[in-house]
Nanobody, 118 residues
Framework: QVELAESGGGLVQPGGSLTLSCTISGSIFTYNAMSWYRQAPGKERELVAT???????RYGDGVEGRFTISRDGGMNTVYLKKNSLKPEDTAVYYCNVRELFTDGADYWGQGTQVTVSS
């Protein structure tokens, strides 16, 4: 059916950059929202960025200007470019695709760890 797989996580120094990728297999409804979420230890999962299939983007608090979400439709891949990383960006990052129709499916990847530390 539909599967999401994140990659690109790892260890990076404060102020560094990292790009995460999410590869989507299977077919999803064309009207959808692709998002990145993150969850730090002891905290709830929070929205980082959303890219709607119609084009608009939305960013979570504290990341706009540093993070950029984009997609490669032909390769079924969504990216999260992260610049000027801070220790508080340390978290497990999850890819999400939500089909925007009644009873539409909500798909999640397994997550990729990002650690920002010197």
């Amino acid at each position: 059916q539909v599967e999401l797989a994140e990659s690109g996580g790892g260890l990076v120094q404060p102020g560094g950059s990292l790009t995460l990728s999410c590869t989507i297999s299977g077919s999803i409804f064309t009207y959808n929202a692709m998002s990145w979420y993150r969850q730090a230890p002891g905290k709830e999962r929070e929205l980082v960025a959303t890219l709607f299939s119609t084009g608009p983007t939305r960013y979570g608090d504290g990341v706009e200007g540093r993070f950029t979400i984009s997609r490669d439709g032909g390769m079924n891949t969504v990216y999260l470019k992260k610049n000027s990383l801070k220790p508080e960006d340390t978290a497990v990052y999850y890819c999400n695709v939500r089909e925007l129709f009644t009873d539409g499916a909500d798909y999640w990847g397994q997550g990729t760890q990002v650690t920002v530390s010197s």
